[in-house]
């Protein structure tokens, strides 16, 4: 017996466009602006139109918004990159390792540009949320080299909870001494939230600032064996694990009803052709940019800019 279909979903029109994982909402935003899209038939220029996923019409560029194909992808993510699609500096951007998933991905969360590791991008938003909602406090894992050697003083604080300077404090985590090497250590570090450069301030906060950060596990899903650079497909069985109740591989959950009102006369209209619009939305990474130094930013509060 098939599954029965869930109640449409009400949301403002450029969300719609990106909850049909065609593009991000700024683009859908601005595509909205230059009146590319139409819904029932009618140019639509405020990206606060509400319409109904699966109900309402909407068409993008002459060709009807249907639901991309869910993509799921693991990087792993090199020092040096900064995680944003395009970097007003000009600095390299993880984009640069997507390679023929260029279709539009996001995401799941950041690293800074001097982290590695496990870094997600996908096109379901809602899968996205579920994995970094602050209530899911899903576990991720780090592994730190710091300054010096760390007692059983900043191991307890660490643990328990490190006042950070925008007066917020950590939630308890889960911290041990991988190893001792000269003057540094090796931690092992599990947080349950994701604040900003949170396991750096975190270290700062205790007295060993981090020389290293590398991620090696978000909830479920392991780094292993992927090498520095290099991006891969999860496998359905790693989705779902990572998001009980995903079910990537299943039909598309929202549908354009090719039945509400008839689409108006022009590029649209009685056509034939079952384009689908998404690729005109969606971009190819920018090129790779030649990168000035960071600045440590161990300390600060988050500002408005990539990682
Ligand atoms: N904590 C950090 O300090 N940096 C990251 O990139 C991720 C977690």
Known sequence: MSEPNPPPTRVTLDRALSKLGLTSRKQAQLAIQEQRVKVNGRMIDSPGKWVTLGVDRIVVDGAVAKPAEKVYLALHKPRGLVTTRSDEQGRRTVYECLGDFGSWVFPVGRLDRDTSGLLLFTNDTDWSENITAPEKKLEKEYLAKVEGHVGDEALHTLRAGVYLDDGTITLPAK?????????????????????????????????????????????????????????????????????????????????????????????????????????????????????????????????????
């Open 175 to 307: 911290v041990r001494i991988d190893r001792q090497v000269e003057k540094s250590t090796w931690l092992s570090i599990i947080i349950v939230e994701g604040k900003y450069r949170q396991v750096r301030r975190m270290c700062e906060g205790v007295g060993h600032p981090v020389t290293q950060l590398i991620r090696l596990r978000i909830g479920t899903l392991v780094l292993g064996k992927l090498a520095s650079g290099v991006i891969r497909k999860l496998t359905p069985e790693e989705v779902e694990k990572l998001v009980p109740g995903t079910t990537p591989v299943a039909a598309p959950r929202v549908a354009v009803s090719p039945k509400a009102s008839p689409p108006s006369p022009g590029r649209e209209g009685g056509s034939t052709r079952h384009r689908e619009a998404g690729s005109a939305l969606r971009q190819t990474p920018p090129a790779p940019k030649p990168r000035p130094t960071m600045k440590s930013g161990a300390g600060r509060r988050r500002p408005r800019r990539s990682r």
